[in-house]
């Protein structure tokens, strides 16, 4: 595969020798240790693409689509553990297999946090907060904080899934609601899984831009 980037041109293929990796290859250095910086770069003296690195394929982008959607967000987040965190940003949220997840998550011990729109507002129509106000009354009896996007007009459009597990993150996010129409193969969609280090750019910004919604002043708790 070709990516074309502004740092330079890169080559992603497969490891000939190592089944679980792959091999990302550029005629300069830069790229490489732009984008990845921890690894460590090979040098053949002799290739057409001189500099090399190799990368577990769990640090790649995973492209998803529907039900390959659901089963990611279900798997992920039952691999949680106690002392891992969860944040979610969502439009919608009302499937009922990824919300028993995420109050089964809570129970385990991982810090849970969830910033939903409040559905009040759509096209310039008023709406009765379904299904997100219902969702936020199950998750708050559980024990979940559960808070707003303060909008005024406007939706709180992000549909993003970033758990926190040490020095590793996982972050799944794209066009999919959290909705049976969405997740079970009703409404063509796709998302993203992002894996790898904590310190990659991608968590770096995902976390400041979540942390600087939920931190909003009158971004409030849920209360009915």
Known sequence: MWIFTTKGFLSIVQHKDLPDHFQVKSRAADPLKHFWPE????????????????????????VLTEKQIQRALLTELQSTQAGDS??????????????????????????????????????????NGIP??????????????????DTHGEQGHSKMLHIHRGERDTLILGSANFTRRNLENFNLETDVAIRGPVNAVVFRDATIYFDRVWLKPVSATYNK
Request: cysteine-free; glycine content about 4%.
């Open 86 to 127: 969860v944040d979610i940003a969502m439009f919608y949220l009302s499937e009922n297999d990824v919300t028993r997840e995420i109050i089964q998550t809570h129970q385990r011990g991982v810090r849970v946090r969830v910033l939903l729109d409040p559905n009040k507002e759509a096209f310039g129509y008023k709406k």
């Open 39 to 62: 690894h460590e770069i090979e040098v053949i003296d002799l290739a057409d693409y001189r500099f090399r690195i190799n990368i577990p394929k769990e640090d790649a982008v995973q």
């Open 132 to 149: 997100n106000r219902t969702v936020a009354a199950r998750l708050t009896r559980a024990g979940i904080v559960v808070r707003w996007f």
